[in-house]
C-alpha cells in the first residue's frame, strides 16, 4: 500500500481525482483510497500527524507500505522560483533541533533541497531560512520511520510562496493548480516505490553473495545487514555493473575497517 500525506485539502484534491481515490468515511478523518493506494489528510502543522498515521498503519501491514509526502513550502526567493519541485534530502526541526536524512534510493532527476519545518507561518520574507520551510515534514518523517525503512519514506515540496504570505492569503486554487501540475511527478514516485516493494534478495547474484561473503569479514551483525540493504539498492540502479572491486587487508584495526566501510557505502551509493 502506498501512503500518500497531504496537509491542506487543495493539496489532496488534484491527487484524489488524478489516481480515483474513494472517501473511505468509517475512519475518523479525512481518508481516501483504492485497491493500491491511500491518501491521509493530517490538516496544517503537527497534531494530528502521529495519531492519523498510526491509525493506518495499525489497519494495513505496515512492511508493504511506503510514505509519500507532498505539499506546499515556503522557499528562499533566492533559492527557488514558485512552483518549482524539489525532493527533500534533509529536514531540520526548529522547535527540537533533531535533524532527519531521507534515504533516497530512486532514480530521479528533481532537484533536492532541504526543509525546516517550523510551528507558525512564516510571513515576513525571513531570510535566515536558506532553502525550504513547512510545518510537517519533521513530524511526518519522525512518525513514518517508527515503522518502516527510511528509503520508504519520500517527501516532495512545492514552493508556493517566497515566506511572505500570511495562511489566509494561500489561494486554494493556485495551490490546486500547483499541485496538478506535478501528477506525473508523483505517478512516477509511486511507481518507484512499488518496484521497491517488490526486490528481495533473489536480485541478488551468486558472485553478489560472495562478495557481501567477503566484506563481511570485517563488520558486525548490523553493518553486515546494511552493507547487504545497500548492495540491493546498489542492483537496482545498477542491474548489469559488477560490484567494485574491493581489497580487504587480512588484518586491520575497528578505526581501519570504519574507514574501509565507509568508502565502500560512498562507491555503492554514488
Given at each position: 500500500?502506498?501512503?500518500?500525506?497531504?496537509?491542506?485539502?487543495?493539496?489532496?484534491?488534484?491527487?484524489?481525482?488524478?489516481?480515483?481515490?474513494?472517501?473511505?468515511?468509517?475512519?475518523?478523518?479525512?481518508?481516501?483510497?483504492?485497491?493500491?493506494?491511500?491518501?491521509?489528510?493530517?490538516?496544517?502543522?503537527?497534531?494530528?500527524?502521529?495519531?492519523?498515521?498510526?491509525?493506518?498503519?495499525?489497519?494495513?501491514?505496515?512492511?508493504?507500505?511506503?510514505?509519500?509526502?507532498?505539499?506546499?513550502?515556503?522557499?528562499?526567493?533566492?533559492?527557488?522560483?514558485?512552483?518549482?519541485?524539489?525532493?527533500?534530502?534533509?529536514?531540520?526541526?526548529?522547535?527540537?533541533?533533531?535533524?532527519?536524512?531521507?534515504d533516497i534510493i530512486i532514480k530521479?532527476?528533481?532537484?533536492?533541497?532541504?526543509?525546516?519545518?517550523?510551528?507558525?507561518?512564516?510571513?515576513?520574507?525571513?531570510?535566515?531560512?536558506?532553502?525550504?520551510?513547512?510545518?510537517?515534514?519533521?513530524?511526518?518523517?519522525?512518525?513514518?520511520?517508527?515503522?518502516?525503512?527510511?528509503?520508504?519514506?519520500?517527501?516532495?515540496?512545492?514552493?508556493?510562496?517566497?515566506?511572505?504570505?500570511?495562511?489566509?492569503?494561500?489561494?486554494?486554487?493556485?495551490?490546486?493548480?500547483?499541485?496538478?501540475?506535478?501528477?506525473?511527478?508523483?505517478?512516477?514516485?509511486?511507481?518507484?516505490?512499488?518496484?521497491?516493494?517488490?526486490?528481495?534478495?533473489?536480485?541478488?547474484?551468486?558472485?553478489?553473495?560472495?562478495?557481501?561473503?567477503?566484506?563481511?569479514?570485517?563488520?558486525?551483525?548490523?553493518?553486515?545487514?546494511e552493507l547487504k540493504k545497500k548492495?540491493?539498492?546498489?542492483?537496482?540502479?545498477?542491474?548489469?555493473?559488477?560490484?567494485?572491486?574491493?581489497?580487504?587487508?587480512?588484518?586491520?584495526?575497528?578505526?581501519?575497517?570504519?574507514?574501509?566501510?565507509?568508502?565502500?557505502?560512498?562507491?555503492?551509493?554514488?
Amino acid at each position: 500500500m502506498q501512503c500518500l500525506i497531504t496537509a491542506l485539502k487543495a493539496e489532496s484534491e488534484p491527487l484524489i481525482q488524478h489516481l480515483g481515490l474513494q472517501r473511505d468515511r468509517s475512519f475518523p478523518f479525512p481518508f481516501f483510497r483504492n485497491d493500491d493506494i491511500c491518501l491521509i489528510a493530517t490538516g496544517v502543522g503537527k497534531k494530528n500527524i502521529n495519531n492519523r498515521i498510526s491509525f493506518i498503519v495499525d489497519i494495513f501491514n505496515k512492511k508493504d507500505m511506503s510514505f509519500i509526502n507532498i505539499g506546499i513550502a515556503g522557499g528562499n526567493r533566492s533559492y527557488s522560483k514558485i512552483g518549482d519541485i524539489f525532493l527533500i534530502n534533509k529536514i531540520i526541526d526548529q522547535e527540537t533541533r533533531r535533524v532527519f536524512y531521507p534515504d533516497i534510493i530512486i532514480k530521479n532527476d528533481l532537484n533536492e533541497a532541504s526543509i525546516t519545518t517550523v510551528p507558525n507561518v512564516v510571513a515576513d520574507g525571513n531570510m535566515k531560512f536558506d532553502s525550504l520551510v513547512d510545518m510537517e515534514s519533521s513530524e511526518i518523517f519522525r512518525v513514518c520511520s517508527k515503522y518502516v525503512s527510511l528509503h520508504k519514506i519520500i517527501i516532495l515540496k512545492i514552493v508556493s510562496d517566497h515566506m511572505d504570505l500570511k495562511a489566509d492569503q494561500l489561494n486554494y486554487k493556485e495551490i490546486f493548480r500547483m499541485i496538478k501540475k506535478k501528477v506525473q511527478v508523483v505517478d512516477y514516485i509511486l511507481d518507484c516505490c512499488i518496484m521497491i516493494e517488490k526486490i528481495n534478495q533473489s536480485i541478488l547474484s551468486d558472485s553478489d553473495f560472495n562478495w557481501i561473503k567477503k566484506t563481511n569479514m570485517i563488520l558486525t551483525d548490523s553493518q553486515k545487514n546494511e552493507l547487504k540493504k545497500k548492495v540491493i539498492y546498489y542492483r537496482i540502479r545498477n542491474p548489469k555493473h559488477p560490484l567494485p572491486d574491493i581489497v580487504i587487508p587480512h588484518k586491520i584495526s575497528k578505526k581501519e575497517g570504519k574507514t574501509i566501510l565507509k568508502n565502500i557505502y560512498e562507491i555503492l551509493t554514488s
